[in-house]
């Protein structure tokens, strides 16, 4: 099941949202906080990867299950 499109643009927004953060925390803050944020970039982009690799390992345990 893929993500809804809603869902979807609001993770683009959050994502862009965290790469401003991040381009003003690389000028003024400590290592640390760019790290942390950097981290939750890569969270939201795992959730559109991790759900598009379940859909496709779906579609083939459903093909293994029915014997298509």
């Not at 809804?4 to 401003?20: G, P, Q």
């Not at 981290?39 to 345990?61: A, P, Y």
Request: overall charge negative; hydrophobic content about 40%; proline content about 1%.
């Amino acid at each position: 099941m893929a993500l809804n499109d809603k869902v979807v643009e609001s993770l683009n927004e959050a994502e862009s949202h965290l790469r401003n953060a991040l381009y003003w925390a690389a000028k003024n803050e400590r290592p640390i906080v760019c790290k942390q944020i950097a981290d939750m970039i890569r969270e939201v982009e795992h959730i559109q990867s991790f759900d598009s690799l379940f859909d496709t390992l779906e579609k083939h345990t459903d093909k293994f299950k029915f014997g298509e």
